[in-house]
């Protein structure tokens, strides 16, 4: 993970600093706090400059510091991972492989040929010195952030950074399109005094014809958020990056595509782990189970193997397995997606190092009176028969003296029964299960001092909700449990897994019931096939701003190019079912792969989205909508709040 950013002046008389802040350059620190460096090219007999910062978080081979620059004036900023398509050795770092194959490439086919073929997240931006032109541009799914603002066009001006601050000028920032990766050519721009940005797209293997009409609908929807005095052309060549995932499978079988008029809701007391065990006694459906888990497993391997794990400075040896730390943490709510992914990284981490269980919850006096935490355990075991609750719940919180009772929300409760399964699973592996408590007094201060800014410039209720509960969980900051005590506990993990994805291919949100009772699979399938097209613009950008901002890099197994290639492979009969009650017929496959995995009642929890199940949502506002723009993320004062 790092903080890249790049300013372009078309007038080398600019002072190019101007157009950036301590606030923004204080963001893009956090984000790589292990190395920091800035470059200044000024390229006078054209008039154009353009300045590079890079701030790193060391992962992998030896620390690199950013900008790299060659003999030949190339300059490369590189915010991403290679887990494959391009071979990086145990011991070399991705920014230097990178750089070493783009300047092999000697035509624009060529670099598109060099992106088409990564396999990872990533956001970049290269200077091509001797044709003096820019590229820049994010992954086909926007896993990594990359925010653009254009200045006035007296200025022609263009700022990239990673992550943006707020500002009360009319030039705002805006998240650039997951669409394709664009291209400046400089020395045109610098003799016309006017920014004329060139888009090479996405697009699957296709006709021609359709190629084309494809084009101009990724042009028209870029440009449509541009300001009006920025051109945005498609390359005259109609050159391409060939996506790396096939297009989804939208086959619907006769039968499958009817929906019952039963109401699925009104049957979830049927619900139990032995259901999915019927459903495995189907060898052409256990088969698949199989396939997906070996595919996904491989993906999380990917993940938690892709990192270097520290070594004793004296003995250059590992430290005891007493003395080991995290290295590897997990977003974690004891549901579907986060539990398969702990279970498979127990596979791959060094069977001595701890993996860390990121669960957050959030308290309101409200709330504490008006729901028990015995009432909201009941009302779990009711479903799963989980007996979670916590002895000694009048214990208090050490930051806020607040009982920690009053921190049992669902997610809490969930939380706990999943790591007894981990533990289950793997009882020798140290699973420290962090309860990260959030009172409304600290939600509101941090929302003020940092987060505000990292989920800009998304700006509704649910951008907030989320946002503010993911960077909580990723800070680490809580306790965890050491033989009965409780112990104050900051995760040291560099790597934080999230579940995103899963719900997005696999049907897994209510309103994918709504669609397919209303419109069938025919319907849903178009739904699942939107919700991955906006799924950078979205959550990504957002997510990986949030979790960059304590130094730590997000990976998401379920949006590795493997998994979204095999479960786009399928009809959505052999992904989810929602004749099926909830808890069963969402995500079908992936509760199949979990009963394969071990684990037991978390396999029929329904979903709980975060919001929810950390009691964030309605925390500060009962009357608001998820869809609303929220007015707590927009620039205020401490006496406002």
Known sequence: MCGICCVVTLCSKHVIHHFLNEDLLCCLRRRGPDSSKQLIKTVSDLSYKCLFYGHVLHLRGP?????????????????????????????????????????????????????????????????????????????????????????????????????????????????????????????????????????????YSCTEKAAVEGFINVLDQVSKDLPNHIRLVMNESELFLTAPVIPLNKTISGASGECPDTDSSNITHVVSVETLQGFLAEEHRRKLVHEFTDVLNEAVKRRVLSLVRGKDENTRELPSTSSRKAYVGVLFSGGIDSMVIAALADK???????????????????????????????????????????EGCQDLDAKSAVPLSC?????????????????????????NFVEINVTLEELKK????????????????????IGCAIWFASRGEGFISNQGQLKPYKSPAKVVLSGIGADEQLAGYSRHRVCFKKYGLEGLNK???????????????????????????????????????????????????????????????????????????????????????????????????????????????????
């Open 348 to 390: 791959h981490v060094p069977s001595g190092e701890p993996i860390d269980l990121l669960n957050v919850a959030f308290m309101a006096k409200e709330q504490a009176k008006q729901k028990s935490p015995t009432k909201i355990c009941a009302s779990l075991q009711v479903q799963l028969d989980l007996v979670c609750h916590r």
């Open 527 to 641: 739904e699942l096939e939107i919700e991955l097209g906006r799924i950078s613009s979205r959550n990504l950008g957002r997510d990986d701003r949030i979790i960059a901002d304590h130094g730590k890099e997000a990976r998401f197994p379920f949006l590795d190019e493997d998994v979204v290639s095999f479960l786009s492979s399928l009809p959505i009969s052999e992904k989810a079912d929602l004749t099926l009650p909830r808890g069963v017929g969402e995500k079908l496959i992936l509760r199949l792969a979990a009963k394969e995995l071990g684990l037991a009642a978390s396999t029929i929890l329904p979903k709980r989205a975060v919001q929810f199940g950390s009691r964030i949502a309605k925390l500060e506002s009962s009357r608001e909508k998820a869809a609303d723009i929220c007015s707590r993320l927009k620039l205020l004062s401490v006496e406002e709040l």
């Open 407 to 431: 921190f049992d929300v669902p997610d809490r409760i969930t939380g706990r029964a999943g790591l007894k399964e981990l533990e289950a699973i793997n009882p020798s592996r140290t699973w």
């Open 63 to 203: 620390v690199t510091p950013q900008p790299v620059e060659d003999a030949n004036s190339n300059v490369f900023l590189w915010n991403g991972e290679i887990f494959g398509g391009v071979h990086v050795g145990n011991l070399e770092n991705d920014t230097e492989v990178m750089f070493r194959h783009l300047a092999l490439c000697s035509s624009e086919a060529d670099i598109l040929s060099l992106f088409s073929s990564l396999r990872g997240p990533w956001s970049f931006v290269y200077y091509q010195a001797s044709r003096h032109t820019l590229w820049f541009g994010r992954d086909y799914f926007g896993r990594r952030s990359l925010l653009w603002r254009f200045s006035d066009e007296a200025d022609s001006t263009l700022c990239l950074a990673s992550v943006s601050v707020q500002s009360e000028s009319g030039n705002q920032w805006q998240e650039v399109p997951a669409s394709g990766i664009f291209k400046i050519d400089l020395k045109a721009c610098a003799a016309t005094k006017s920014l004329s940005l060139t888009l090479f797209p996405w697009k």
């Open 446 to 465: 941090m929302r003020q001092e940092c987060i505000h800014h990292l989920i800009y410039p998304l700006d509704t209720v649910l951008d907030d909700s």
